[in-house]
């Protein structure tokens, strides 16, 4: 589209801003779909899932709740030639830092010069508490890297600050899914216990038998209490991160099953936080969510406090517990201070910094072309491999036959190619479910 075009398209008076969203699961498409309808009023939203295996199906979207104008499964090459094709004003890249490392690339591809290109937005979907360098850099070049609290744009900033790398980017927000009724108690103890659960947090299966047994044992304990193990996906599904050892299978292991007053469950997290007077988890995102509305929330620590756990980043929240001290009663508050700072309160206007500066970088018409921190000079013998993982070349052009033209292919066709996808990332579940986790058993024999 030539530039002129583009430019008047994002002006015209009274159009709503044309935002595509590109992400890789469930929880990255409410972010990245919440996220563009907290920077712009009722934007056109286009919606595209990257092909992988954490592709969300029907069911995950649907509990997600979050909708779009459009919405499409696509690779990286083929995005890019939508993007290419179509009058998009923003595009938020909700993906790992590798596949956004790609897809800015291949934004610079197509306009290697200045010109009245997409604004390009991205961030994290929650808390960040390991590779912070790594996912930072993989995200440079964005036009607005987002950090959900001031604390994160301290460090965000700090980082790029230390390679020698622009820093502007970085935009002060909070986690667009924050929100919901504030909680008000009823009597001085917990009626509904909700543990939130993570799928590779903790991650052997012994530790995560251990949760779910004093989950069970909580409910015992209490039998005036309904404990929720809040899931996040069915097996053979997955989200954001693999889950070798779903929780629905390892209750079916549990001696005399589930007590009566404790089941698990799935759903909404926002719908099942209304009716949740404990919030227990290890380390899950959902644990700033119930402290935003304030709701008594647990930080476990029966598996130590630990980076590999996540639960190191609530240091200072007031949070941190184990189950034998909300076994006796303990309900957590969270530290006002700590809240602050980690935007978890005052979130109702975060977004108006980054408003602000999409409106400045939209009003220019003309961008400079993408320019990320890593390049082939910079990283040679890095960046070549992640954009060949995307299908692109080091320039950032698709390789050969990386995007493949579907106006000339039949509907059984196109039905049958997503059912033989479908029918791979069953395979490959099933491996990681139940394969990978007895070669491992095997090979301690």
Known sequence: MPASNRAASRTHPGSALRIAVLADSDTRWKWGALTARRLAT???????LLRGRATPTA????????????????TCAQFLAEVERE????????????AVQAVLHGVRALWPEPAARPVLVTGYVGVVYEKLADGLLLRHGADLVLANSRHDAGRFRAVYEGVGADAGAVTETALPFLGGAAYERVGDRAHTVVFAVQPSVPESRTDRAYLLERAARHARLHPGREVLIKLRSRPGEHTTHLEEQPYQRLAERIPGGLPANCRLVYGNMGEVLDGTD????VSSTAALESLHRGIPTAVLTDLG???????????????LASWDQLDAGLLPQGDPDWLADQGVTGAEGAFGAARARLDELLGRGVLPAVAPFY???TAPGYLPGILARYHLAPDGTP????????GGRSRLRRRLRAHLREAARGVYRH??????PMIRRLGEL
């Not at 009058?87 to 590798?98: E, I, K, Q």
């Not at 390789?399 to 579907?406: D, F, H, N, T, W």
Request: proline fraction near 3%; charged fraction near 20%.
């Open 42 to 48: 009722q934007p056109h939203l286009t919606g595209y």
């Open 59 to 74: 069911r995950q979207l649907g509990e997600v709740g979050v909708r779009a104008d459009r919405l499409s499964e696509v």
């Open 87 to 98: 009058r998009y004003d923003v595009l938020v890249l909700a993906l790992v830092g590798g």
């Open 278 to 281: 404990l919030l227990v988890t």
């Open 305 to 319: 406090i630990r980076e590999v756990l996540g639960n190191h980043h609530f240091l200072g929240s007031g949070c």
């Open 375 to 377: 390049t082939r000079v």
């Open 399 to 406: 390789l050969p036959g990386a995007v493949r033209e579907s």
């Open 431 to 436: 491996g990681v479910q139940r394969v990978a």
